[in-house]
Nanobody, 126 residues
């Protein structure tokens, strides 16, 4: 059984930083791309950042490019999202996800992802 558990959400002031982590069990993470998505209240879930299986390729939504950094430690079966210069519009529930097929690089479409974490709340105050 594949499980994803996210940590690191919380309340932060605008301009601050948070680091999210997502630990995966039940799957050999090193061959699967992963991503972070977020869903604000009343909005649809949207792509934020993706990373390939090896970590050699990354992709970011325009809204977070230059502020967020996705990384991974395959030895720890964990993916991270470093979020800097946070804005109130970054407030959302953040989800990590694992792709359904191995070695597919970076993907933005949520249908490419088979397993999802439970989400962690990030709230940015102005």
């Amino acid at each position: 059984q594949v499980q994803l558990v996210e940590f690191g959400g919380g309340l932060v002031q605008a301009g601050g930083s948070l680091r999210l982590s997502c630990t995966v069990s039940g799957r050999t993470l090193s061959i699967y791309g992963m991503a972070w998505f977020r869903q604000a209240l009343g909005k649809e879930r949207e792509f934020e950042a993706a990373i390939s299986a090896s970590g050699g390729s990354t992709d970011y939504a325009d809204s977070v490019k230059g502020r967020f950094t996705i990384s991974r430690d395959n030895a720890k079966n964990t993916v991270y999202l470093q979020m800097n210069s946070l804005k109130p519009e970054d407030t959302a529930v953040y989800y990590c996800a694992v792709q359904s097929k191995p070695f597919r690089g970076v993907r933005r479409d949520p249908v490419e992802y088979e397993y999802w974490g439970q989400g962690t709340q990030v709230t940015v105050s102005s």
